[in-house]
């Protein structure tokens, strides 16, 4: 009987030990948000080759602990999408950078978003273009949205709520349109609400990992799209078979 | 006693397989499918450790054995429902999408491994109880084990079309409480023993009761297709279908608009609203059959007036999936796995005169040809295997595939999935069954980085050139867009003026050709441009002498499958983890190609846990006996070979009987049927170690003659009747399974005068152990080797087996 008590109780303390292993602390209070963005800038999105100057000063001003649930705040700089309900994610922030730098915004720009989720990707597009509109059909996200970026001051930012297929007809043309929503397809309406020489950037891949970006660009009239893959990996090239 | 006994085992095993059926089809609904496997594997884990719970305890436990079998059995039936009452806890509190970004979960995840173990821990204990305290009646109990077992997989087949999947365990666990009384010693009482016994029962009842007038309410993850889809404004379910299939739902959601693809160029109405989910994933759309477009399916919300789309055109004529039609006009058409039915409809448009549309899950096939109301003389939309149907000696002029992959990648999910249409064997099938300019049209998703457009090309021209084909570019045309590709093998040469009219559809809808026989390279990308080259250099060696060398030198795996290795989607190769793992980041990996992945995790998962609770304290309690190494070889010997063998025939067999469902049932039938035959035999036919070493050298010999001829001997039989094919599959099963079900109870019976028994609950949790291990091992040897290579392992289990009884143990028989 002795035995099985030494066992159980190796087994306990193995067990109790788990949640002290590296990475499984909830949380060190007073940490320094503003550090940790400029390291996430510095390690996770200029590392990887975005180097658009505006979306790096845009990625570093948006405080995007204050878009996620408090329980994950200490979590919201790391290199991973984070979950914020209703079968939603609020995107890896490398991922948010690479789209927003794609779309080439400037100051006087009009912007449209299709899926507003937390706010934060609407957050950093504010921060770059004159005004931005999002629209999110999920009406709780929506609400939820609408409140943090009235709370956190963005004042040219409006929240729509509703069914973004059509687009906001009465506000377009737009310069830009992220469609962060996934879609088998893009709207028709969308394609007509853009401007010429408009980008259009849409994300392909489930919630927790952005396979390949869609870059819609629309000149003289023509649409053509372009497929990005946010990391560079090329599984076969001629010389290594030789 | 030991016939109510042999009764109670009986129903005892039959419920416990009901309950991992049930389970399956519970946590293919709430969770990532991945996960299903990964949970069950480690709750049947509790088979291996009631062996070990019985080592330490028989002793306790057998003083009152009867009143300890019963509540066990009882125990077994308030953990069934427990469970469920749980679920929030168990299927809810667990969140399987997010395992790799909540450490939280992790904590989940192993009390959702707890929750399901119990029920089977404490099943298993009370069979593995009665093995060694009725040693000498093993056979019998055996047989039963075995004819509970399969009588549970049946009983789950009709079950799941009268019951939804949260009542089933109600309905499953009335068999182990029915046990549990019915052996319940009737002898004198105190009441203490009473009260404690009427409150059990009385405990049982209300759950019963509470749970089948009441089941509780499955929690959903929030990232599963449905959860997702329920969230647009106006999405209700509108009808519920149950099915040993899974759990259909049809939903009507305004806002759905499905449309894989479109043209940038579209400018009319998506008038899909409608969708069909099974087990809470995608399943399809219901595209509305032409000229059946009422007020209703066009009502858009908020959709300003944009209805100027001509009637004449289908607004699939705008995706890539019209490829086929802009290529000739098909009049009969054959849709193969065909879903929910769209591609027939879309061909109903495309004016083909005959349409056949084959669905394996005949739920759906009710389902959606009650809501659909198709014109009877046009399409025949019939419950079926499509491979099976195609045997049928008739021609069509396209055979549309179902699409393969899914918006934004598939996660793997498909990986260790049979998919029998898309493998060598069964395109040179659909060629045979293509008229003279025939077609094959198969749409898939673009996946970045490319690999399931290369490996479906790869296996059209391979086929094309197992038939002769001079030069296999001339009838091959592949058009994409800016998400979808869609590849076409024709039976004829492309014809100039077909190639113009390909030009032309590309041009109006902004798509570009990959393939068709002249393409110049700059006419690949004019409005759809990739990041890199990789797609257009694989894509052309495919054609040459060097497409081994690609095969080889890729980073995904996009050899052609074939009958033999069904994985059309299985990429990963294991060698170029660590070059992924660097690009794509260990958080990633899992959503890139994870289903093999996980087989690999759970294997090594099962293994440690073993180790950890079945082993380590049997290595700690010094089990009486000197070289149980043999007895170790022995029993993990057979867990292993039983369970290797039976997955094999049952893969076989799927398509010699044309129905996955159908072949486990006719095997899992014969298997237990004969094992258990042989169990009761046992006793009389293997009186010595010699026998037993002979019956174990047979079985692998039997084995080893099936793993060379069983494909061959499938061919001819074929196209026999059902009666025939069922006759066929019992002489096929029955000799070699009569034989490993004597296995087992001899060698308990070998080893039941060792220190009182002391070895059987080792022997039993060894046993089991390994049998779980060898579900996740057959996964792997298949994929990497084929399952011939399974079948030979198999036969090496029982012969490695055989080799074993030389102990000494094994010499004792009584």
Redo the contacts between chains.
């Keep these: 009987m002795a035995r099985v008590l030494t066992y159980a109780l190796t087994l306990l303390l193995v067990a109790s030990a788990l949640p002290v292993l590296p990475g499984s602390q909830s949380g060190r209070g007073g940490q320094d948000y503003a550090r940790r963005r400029s390291a996430m800038v510095r390690d996770q999105i200029v590392a990887r080759g975005v180097t658009h100057r505006a979306t790096l000063q845009a990625m570093r001003s948006v405080e995007r602990h204050l878009f996620v649930d408090p329980a994950l705040r200490s979590r919201a700089y790391e290199d991973n999408p984070l979950p914020i309900g209703y079968g939603q994610t609020i995107s890896q922030p490398f991922i948010v950078a690479y789209m927003t730098s794609l779309l080439g915004l400037k100051p006087e720009h009009r912007v449209l978003e299709i899926g507003t989720g937390s706010g934060y990707q609407a957050a950093v597009l504010a921060m770059m273009a004159d005004s931005v509109y999002t629209m999110e059909i999920v009406k709780e996200l929506a609400s939820g949205a609408k409140k943090r970026l009235q709370d956190l001051g963005y004042s040219n930012i409006e929240v729509v709520t509703g069914d973004g297929y059509y687009g906001l007809p009465g506000k377009a043309p737009f310069h830009a349109i992220v469609v962060t929503a996934a879609a088998e397809h893009i709207p028709p309406p969308l394609i007509e609400q853009l401007c010429e020489g408009g980008k259009m950037v849409i994300p392909v891949g489930s919630q927790f990992m952005v396979q390949n970006l869609i870059l819609v660009e629309k000149k003289k009239g023509r649409i053509t799209t372009e497929n990005l893959m946010p990391v560079r990996f090329v599984p076969f090239t001629r010389e290594d078979t030789r | 006693m030991k016939r109510r006994l042999a009764i109670s085992i009986g129903l005892l095993s039959c419920s416990i397989v009901a309950f991992q059926v049930a389970l399956m089809q519970i946590l293919s609904g709430c969770q990532w499918n991945h996960f299903a496997y990964m949970v069950i594997s480690v709750a049947m884990l509790g088979f291996g450790a009631s062996g070990t719970a019985l080592a330490?305890l028989k002793k306790y436990l057998v003083q009152k054995i009867g009143t300890t079998l019963a509540l066990l059995m009882i125990f077994t039936s308030i953990s069934i429902m427990g469970t469920l009452f749980l679920s929030r806890t168990v299927f809810g509190g667990f969140d399987s999408?997010?395992v790799?970004?909540?450490?939280r979960q992790?904590l989940n995840l192993v009390c959702s491994y707890f929750m399901l173990f119990v029920p089977f821990f404490l099943g298993a204990s009370a069979i593995g109880l009665a093995y060694s305290h009725y040693a000498l009646d093993i056979g019998r109990l055996y047989f039963a084990d075995l004819a509970g077992s399969g009588t549970g997989g049946l009983l789950m087949l009709l079950l799941l079309w009268v019951v939804s999947p949260s009542q089933a365990p109600f309905v499953i666990a009335c068999l182990p409480l029915a046990a549990g009384l019915l052996i319940f010693p009737s002898g004198r009482k105190t009441v203490a023993e009473k009260t404690g016994f009427l409150t059990l029962a009385l405990l049982a009842l209300v759950l019963l009761f509470t749970g089948l007038l009441n089941p509780p309410l499955l929690p959903s993850s929030?990232?599963?297709s449905l959860?997702?889809t329920l969230?647009?404004?106006d999405a209700r379910v509108v009808e519920t279908k149950n099915s040993p299939y899974g759990q259909l739902k049809r939903v009507s959601a305004p806002?759905l608009?499905?449309?894989?693809?479109?043209s940038?160029?579209?400018?009319?109405v998506?008038p899909v609203t409608e969708a069909i989910f099974n087990n809470g994933d995608w399943m399809g759309p219901l595209v509305p059959v032409p000229g059946k477009r009422t007020k209703d399916t066009l009502d858009l919300?908020?959709?300003?007036d944009?209805e100027d789309a001509p009637e004449t055109e289908h607004f699939l004529d705008y995706s890539t999936q019209a490829l086929p039609y802009v290529m000739g006009t098909p009049k009969k058409v054959f849709v193969a796995d065909a879903a929910t039915g769209w591609q027939a409809v879309y061909a109903l448009s495309r004016e083909a005169e005959a349409i056949i549309a084959v669905e394996p899950n005949s739920a759906a096939v009710g389902m959606v040809s009650r809501h659909m109301n198709f014109p009877k003389d046009r399409i025949r939309f019939v419950a079926g295997h499509s491979r099976y149907y195609l045997q049928k000696d008739d021609r069509y002029d396209l055979i549309l595939l179902p699409e393969a992959g899914s918006?934004?990648?598939s996660?793997g999910i498909l990986a260790l999935e049979e998919q029998y249409l898309f493998t060598l064997d069964a395109f040179s099938l659909l060629w045979d069954r293509l008229s003279p300019g025939g077609m094959i049209a198969v749409t898939l998703w673009?996946?970045?980085?490319?690999?399931s457009t290369l490996k479906m090309l790869a296996t059209m021209v391979v086929t094309a050139e197992s038939r002769k084909v001079e030069n296999p570019a001339d009838h091959i045309v592949a058009v994409r867009s800016?998400?979808t590709i869609t590849l076409v093998l024709s039976k004829s040469k492309v014809s100039s003026s077909t190639i113009e009219k390909i030009r032309t559809f590309c041009h109006t809808r902004?798509f570009d050709p990959l393939l068709y026989p002249g393409i110049r390279p700059r006419e690949r990308e004019e409005?759809?441009?990739?990041?890199?080259t990789?797609l257009f250099?694989?894509t052309d060696l495919i054609f040459t002498r060097?497409r081994e060398?690609?095969f080889r030198?890729?980073?995904?795996q996009i050899r052609p499958a074939t009958d033999s290795r069904p994985y059309f989607s299985q990429f990963l190769k294991l060698g170029r983890l660590s070059k992924?793992r660097d690009?794509?980041?260990s958080?990633?990996m899992p959503?890139?190609e994870v289903g093999y992945l996980i087989v690999l995790l759970t294997m090594v998962q099962i293994v440690l846990s073993s180790f950890?609770f079945i082993v380590?304290?049997l290595i700690?309690?010094k089990v009486p006996g000197k070289g149980k190494a043999g007895l170790l070889v022995f029993f993990s010997g057979i867990g292993i070979g039983y369970m290797l063998a039976e997955m094999v025939f049952i893969q076989q067999f799927t398509l010699f009987f044309g129905s996955p469902l159908y072949a486990a049932s006719a095997v899992l039938s014969a298997m237990l049927f004969f094992s258990g035959t042989g169990s009761a035999f046992s006793h009389k036919l293997i009186t010595g170690s010699p026998r037993l070493r002979l019956v174990a050298g047979l079985t692998g010999m039997l084995l080893a003659l099936l793993a060379l001829c069983l494909p061959a001997l499938m061919r001819v039989a074929i196209g026999s009747p059902l009666v025939v094919k069922v006759l066929f599959c019992a002489l096929v099963i029955g000799p070699p399974a009569f034989l490993m079900g004597m296995m087992f109870p001899s060698a308990i019976r070998a080893i039941r005068p060792v220190n009182e028994g002391s070895l059987i609950p080792w022997a039993w949790a060894v046993n089991g152990s390994f049998s779980v291990i060898s579900t996740a091992l057959a996964a792997v040897i298949s994929v990497e080797a084929g399952y011939q290579a399974v079948m030979w392992m198999a036969a090496a289990t029982y012969l490695i087996a055989g080799i074993s009884t030389r102990f000494r143990l094994f010499s004792i028989f009584v």
């Design positions: 330490f999408y997010l790799f970004y909540e450490k992790y929030q990232y599963k959860s997702r969230l647009l404004p806002a608009r499905y449309a894989p693809g479109l940038l160029s579209y400018n009319g998506v919300k908020g959709a300003p944009r918006f934004g990648g996660s673009m996946d970045q980085p490319p690999r800016w998400s902004q409005y759809n441009v990739l990041q890199d990789s250099l694989a060097e060398t690609l030198e890729y980073d995904f992924m690009v794509f980041g958080a990633s959503f890139l950890l380590l304290p700690f309690r």
